[in-house]
């Protein structure tokens, strides 16, 4: 866009251009300097950059690189301005600001003002010098490096063999209308930003972090296919390279939601290998972006088998499955992976819950069930017994025996239960019914009262409801039925007087 205003430029100056025209030299001004700030805002924000990647990435050549990037923003400021005062000066000796519009000076075609400071008075030449110079600093910065020197559009150029100038400046100033060196300088403005530009981008390769972790460690890393081996199986594990950042501090690692420590790329994780079967554990990487803060997760979940010796104590007293309830067992074969045992059941019925774990059912009383387990080269057979939920225990509400109660608490229960206490399973008995007899003091005792279910109901709980004291219940036949019973178990009586 710039050159394509100079060429404008140039061929407006070959014509005997109006005073319309002179002024649209300042138009073409203004088009190059706001060009210009949107190079400075670019250069602004690159420079930015590369001192964010510096300071994620602290070494002494990202150091040295983002100075390079301020210096060069610097070193093109310091052009600007000099060429902003050469620009002020001009204006005050084309007799100052016109009164139509301030930003113009009012001798805009006098060509002796022109010739005599940039000319005569020598500024052409301190300007020839000062680009020079800007360009010599920024290419420096560069590692004056050719492709950078190719892109850098602030140059002293050669002077065209058509032309009869016999200097830069002449080229540039000589018999120049005032107007027509307004972009003149604009351009080298401009021609100093775009080339400040290109020495910053040579700065943002030079910088590591292009990648979110720069790795520049390493260390051999072993990971074994199997972590349980038993003698005469082979070993089998991939060996890689592992590589870590030794300067990033942006990786947490964190192990069933636990953080832990990092130390040279590593961390180490330890836990204690409690109870049987196969363990998984998930892990969680967190790298964090060191420019832009943002966060990527990684996770995978692992495992790894945990057996036991072989030595085991069987307690023969106690080896009972209990009809309707699930009986959980743990089985494991020393030497053997848990997903290479074998488990079944005579008698019982056996159910794999992964990892060792099994549940074995059973439906009718025996005194013979076995249960066997294969591995590979051992089978070995278990005898168990097989025996009924053991009788529960009936009780008023829940809560009490055969005993004296005030009438407002025996009222208060609503029937009865049956419980069983010490019974380490999950199971629960239903009353499925009871007879009532109520004794009421000084007098017969009423019929005996069927009652269904658990709960007080029918002349049951009209009885239960006349309680005074000195009266008499009796609670007689207590049915229930428990898991696995196919018919109901009568439990006895219950007696309560009334105080």
């Given at each position: 866009?710039?050159?394509?205003?100079?060429?404008?430029?140039?061929?407006?100056?070959?014509?005997?251009?109006?005073?319309?025209?002179?002024?649209?030299?300042?138009?073409?001004?203004?088009?190059?300097?706001?060009?210009?700030?949107?190079?400075?805002?670019?250069?602004?924000?690159?420079?930015?950059?590369?001192?964010?990647?510096?300071?994620?990435?602290?070494?002494?050549?990202?150091?040295?690189?983002?100075e390079n990037a301020k210096m060069a923003l610097q070193i093109s400021d310091d052009f600007v301005k000099y060429i902003d005062d050469v620009r002020t000066h001009l204006m005050e000796i084309a007799k100052g600001p016109s009164e139509a519009?301030?930003?113009?000076?009012?001798?805009?075609?006098?060509?002796?003002?022109?010739?005599?400071?940039?000319?005569?008075?020598?500024?052409?030449?301190?300007?020839?010098?000062?680009?020079?110079?800007?360009?010599?600093?920024?290419?420096?910065?560069?590692?004056?490096?050719?492709?950078?020197?190719?892109?850098?559009?602030?140059?002293?150029?050669?002077?065209?063999?058509?032309?009869?100038?016999?200097?830069?400046?002449?080229?540039?100033?000589?018999?120049?209308?005032?107007?027509?060196?307004?972009?003149?300088?604009?351009?080298?403005?401009?021609?100093?930003?775009?080339?400040?530009?290109?020495?910053?981008?040579?700065?943002?390769?030079?910088?590591?972090?292009?990648?979110?972790?720069?790795?520049?460690?390493?260390?051999?890393?072993?990971?074994?296919?199997?972590?349980?081996?038993?003698?005469?199986?082979?070993?089998?594990?991939?060996?890689?390279?592992?590589?870590?950042?030794?300067?990033?501090?942006?990786?947490?690692?964190?192990?069933?939601?636990?953080?832990?420590?990092?130390?040279?790329?590593?961390?180490?994780?330890?836990?204690?290998?409690?109870?049987?079967?196969?363990?998984?554990?998930?892990?969680?990487?967190?790298?964090?972006?060191?420019?832009?803060?943002?966060?990527?997760?990684?996770?995978?979940?692992?495992?790894?088998?945990?057996?036991?010796?072989?030595?085991?104590?069987?307690?023969?007293?106690?080896?009972?499955?209990?009809?309707?309830?699930?009986?959980?067992?743990?089985?494991?074969?020393?030497?053997?992976?848990?997903?290479?045992?074998?488990?079944?059941?005579?008698?019982?019925?056996v159910e794999s819950n992964g990892g060792g774990k099994y549940t074995v059912t059973a439906n009718t009383p025996s005194n013979d069930a076995t249960i066997t387990v294969s591995a590979e080269g051992v089978s070995q057979t278990f005898h168990?017994?097989?025996?009924?939920?053991?009788?529960?225990?009936?009780?008023?509400?829940?809560?009490?025996?055969?005993?004296?109660?005030?009438?407002?608490?025996?009222?208060?229960?609503?029937?009865?239960?049956?419980?069983?206490?010490?019974?380490?399973?999950?199971?629960?008995?239903?009353?499925?019914?009871?007879?009532?007899?109520?004794?009421?003091?000084?007098?017969?005792p009423s019929p005996p009262t069927p009652n269904a279910g658990a709960r007080f109901n029918g002349p049951s709980a009209e009885y239960v409801q006349k309680a005074k004291p000195g009266d008499a219940y009796f609670f007689d036949d207590i049915?229930?039925?428990?898991?696995?019973?196919?018919?109901?178990?009568?439990?006895?009586?219950?007696?309560?007087?009334?105080?």
């Amino acid at each position: 866009m710039i050159n394509l205003m100079y060429l404008v430029l140039t061929a407006l100056l070959a014509l005997n251009v109006s005073a319309e025209v002179m002024n649209a030299f300042f138009s073409l001004d203004k088009g190059m300097r706001s060009s210009m700030d949107i190079v400075q805002k670019s250069n602004d924000k690159q420079a930015e950059a590369i001192a964010k990647v510096a300071e994620a990435y602290d070494s002494p050549e990202n150091k040295k690189w983002a100075e390079n990037a301020k210096m060069a923003l610097q070193i093109s400021d310091d052009f600007v301005k000099y060429i902003d005062d050469v620009r002020t000066h001009l204006m005050e000796i084309a007799k100052g600001p016109s009164e139509a519009d301030p930003s113009i000076p009012v001798d805009i075609r006098n060509k002796d003002v022109t010739t005599n400071y940039f000319i005569n008075e020598k500024k052409g030449e301190e300007i020839e010098a000062k680009v020079r110079e800007t360009r010599q600093k920024l290419l420096a910065l560069a590692e004056n490096n050719a492709e950078v020197a190719a892109k850098m559009p602030l140059d002293v150029e050669p002077i065209p063999s058509n032309i009869k100038a016999k200097t830069w400046p002449e080229m540039k100033f000589k018999q120049m209308p005032v107007a027509a060196c307004f972009p003149i300088l604009a351009k080298m403005q401009a021609d100093a930003k775009s080339s400040a530009a290109a020495a910053l981008n040579y700065c943002a390769k030079k910088v590591s972090g292009e990648e979110e972790v720069r790795l520049d460690s390493y260390e051999p890393v072993v990971s074994a296919r199997k972590s349980y081996l038993i003698s005469g199986e082979t070993y089998e594990a991939d060996v890689f390279l592992g590589a870590y950042s030794s300067t990033a501090d942006n990786i947490k690692v964190y192990v069933g939601g636990s953080y832990i420590p990092m130390d040279q790329g590593k961390a180490h994780y330890k836990a204690s290998a409690s109870g049987l079967g196969v363990k998984k554990y998930t892990v969680k990487i967190d790298v964090v972006n060191p420019l832009t803060k943002d966060v990527k997760s990684y996770t995978k979940e692992f495992e790894y088998e945990v057996g036991q010796r072989s030595v085991a104590v069987q307690l023969e007293k106690m080896n009972v499955f209990y009809i309707g309830v699930p009986n959980p067992i743990a089985v494991s074969a020393a030497g053997s992976s848990f997903n290479s045992v074998k488990v079944s059941g005579n008698g019982v019925n056996v159910e794999s819950n992964g990892g060792g774990k099994y549940t074995v059912t059973a439906n009718t009383p025996s005194n013979d069930a076995t249960i066997t387990v294969s591995a590979e080269g051992v089978s070995q057979t278990f005898h168990f017994r097989v025996k009924r939920i053991p009788d529960p225990t009936p009780k008023l509400g829940a809560k009490y025996l055969s005993c004296s109660l005030g009438n407002g608490e025996f009222k208060a229960q609503g029937g009865i239960a049956a419980m069983l206490d010490n019974f380490d399973f999950e199971a629960k008995c239903d009353v499925v019914g009871f007879v009532t007899t109520y004794l009421a003091k000084r007098q017969d005792p009423s019929p005996p009262t069927p009652n269904a279910g658990a709960r007080f109901n029918g002349p049951s709980a009209e009885y239960v409801q006349k309680a005074k004291p000195g009266d008499a219940y009796f609670f007689d036949d207590i049915k229930v039925k428990c898991p696995g019973d196919s018919n109901p178990r009568n439990l006895g009586g219950l007696t309560f007087r009334i105080k």
